[in-house]
Each structure stands twice: as structure tokens, then as C-alpha cells.
């Protein structure tokens, strides 16, 4: 599967974006996807992830209250609502897919993973 994220860009403190992240291929439903995200001089880190219903949600304690994940399985696409932003949600995020469903924080369970899209939060 091939992953497009979209969606970033500059935002105030406190404002809101919404990333997309458009996937090929007929097995998208049957995917796990997660939201990671990167900042400079920092690990790549576990942003959300959303399991292949839709049903199941996690959520890093960073954003947890602030960022919603979901998916549109008729339109593969999943989405990442970012409210109430903050400077330290500035990096580079991307989506990535996991072929097992294994649902989690780990960023080796995910197979497929998308090019980022900069997401940067002025203060």
C-alpha cells in the first residue's frame, strides 16, 4: 500500500489543523494506521493509532484530549484532528499502515509508511 499525508503547515499556538493521509489499494480497511511524528534532533514518536474498524483509538498522554484520529474506510483515507496546538507539536508527521493490525505504539509494527507532511507551531 502507498500512503500520501497532507494537511501541514504553519499554525498559531492554539490552532487547529487537519492531516490526511490518502492510501492505495484495495486492503486499506484491513489495516491498523497510526500517526507518528518527528522533530528535529529527536526520535520518531507515537503520536495515535486507529484500528481497521474504526472501533479502537490510542493515543500518546502528549496529545491525548487534544488530537482525534479516525478514518474513512470507503475513501481510504485517515485523518488526524489537531486542536489547541502547541509549539511543542512541531515535526514532521507521518502516517504508516501495519499489515498485521497489531495496533500499537511501536513504530516497527508498521509496514508502510508515508512521506510526512511539517506541521510547525508558532508560539
Known amino acids: 500500500v502507498q500512503l500520501q499525508a497532507s494537511g501541514g503547515g504553519l499554525v498559531q499556538a492554539g490552532g487547529s489543523l487537519r492531516l490526511s493521509c490518502a492510501a492505495s489499494g484495495r486492503t486499506f480497511s484491513s489495516y491498523a494506521m497510526g500517526w507518528f511524528r518527528q522533530a528535529p534532533g529527536k526520535e520518531r514518536e507515537f503520536v495515535a493509532a486507529?484500528?481497521?474498524?474504526?472501533?479502537?483509538?490510542l493515543y500518546a498522554d502528549s496529545v491525548k484530549g487534544r488530537f482525534t484520529i479516525s478514518r474513512d474506510n470507503a475513501k481510504n483515507t485517515v485523518y488526524l484532528q489537531m486542536n489547541s496546538l502547541k509549539p511543542e507539536d512541531t515535526a514532521v508527521y507521518y502516517c504508516?499502515?501495519?499489515?498485521?493490525?497489531?495496533?500499537?505504539?511501536?513504530?516497527?509494527?508498521?509496514?508502510?509508511w508515508g512521506q510526512g507532511t511539517l506541521v510547525t507551531v508558532s508560539s
Open positions: 504508516a499502515a501495519d499489515g498485521l493490525n497489531r495496533f500499537g505504539y511501536d513504530p516497527y509494527e508498521y509496514d508502510y
Open positions: 486507529i484500528s481497521w474498524s474504526g472501533g479502537s483509538t
